[in-house]
């Protein structure tokens, strides 16, 4: 299967500081998204980006698929940014399933007052 | 609308009970999968389950089981519970397979703790 790498692991930032987290892939992916996961668990879909650039606000996105990483771009950084960052990619080929995520380990960011 | 729904949010076992885990998908949507996240770690890839069909499995032992009921709702079956299945459970559902369709929302997890 892919395997998935993020970095930096962790991140500690003050308060309106920008920051680029990373993912890299093995292989080349249908699906891809970025996710932030609160302190209760729950997954948060800030990006699906499988290509291009995408914005929301002070998040953006941009996927190079044909070299196999994406970048997550927080600007004017906040306390509520802070989180674990994961992104996560599938492959589906022909008629199968595309259902299979496989998630990086994650980057955890801080962001002080 | 609401959002994907798992229940219970908690639950503790000892090793050797089996457990029955369900969820609700977002209204409309047909695909439904199933992830396993331990402390520390990224989810890790169980099942996944489209139109009332296992289309995948991750590489879990045979006492994971799933399935999918007709209005897309399912379950996670775990038997024989070792401590290591100790981990938080999320569910997550697409509106389909292909392009856009398979961006997955997430549900809040269940939360199981094995003593």
């Known amino acids: 299967g892919i395997q998935v790498e993020q970095s930096p692991p962790d991140l500690i930032l003050q308060e309106g500081a920008n920051s680029t987290l990373r993912c890299n892939f093995s292989?080349?992916?249908?699906?891809l998204q970025w996710f932030h996961q609160n302190p209760w668990g729950q997954l948060i879909n800030l990006f699906y980006?499988?290509?291009g650039t995408k914005q929301n606000g002070r998040l953006s996105a941009t996927t190079v698929a044909t070299e196999r990483y994406s970048l997550l771009y927080i600007s004017s950084s906040q306390t509520t940014d802070s989180g674990v960052y994961f992104c996560?990619?599938?492959?589906?080929?022909?008629?199968?399933?595309?259902?299979?995520?496989?998630f990086g380990q994650g980057t955890i960011l801080t962001v002080h007052p | 609308d609401a959002g994907v729904t798992q229940s219970p949010t908690h639950l503790i076992k000892t090793r050797g009970q089996q457990v029955t885990l369900r969820c609700s998908p977002i209204?409309?949507?047909?695909?439904v999968s199933w992830y396993q996240q331990v402390l520390g770690q990224g989810p890790q890839f169980i099942f996944q389950?489209?139109?009332?069909?296992?289309?995948g499995r991750g590489n879990f032992p045979d006492r994971f089981s799933a399935r999918q009921f007709p209005n897309y709702s399912s379950e996670l079956n775990v038997n024989a519970l070792l401590l290591g299945d100790s981990a938080l459970y999320l569910c997550?559902?697409?509106?389909?397979?292909?392009?856009?369709?398979?961006?997955?929302?997430f549900g809040p997890g269940t939360r199981l703790t094995v003593l």
């Open positions: 997550a559902s697409s509106r389909g397979q292909l392009g856009t369709y398979n961006e997955q929302f």
């Open positions: 292989d080349s992916v249908n699906n």
């Open positions: 980006i499988p290509s």
């Open positions: 996560a990619g599938g492959i589906g080929t022909g008629g199968t399933s595309y259902g299979k995520l496989t």
């Open positions: 209204s409309g949507h047909k695909s």
């Open positions: 389950y489209y139109e009332k069909e296992e289309r």
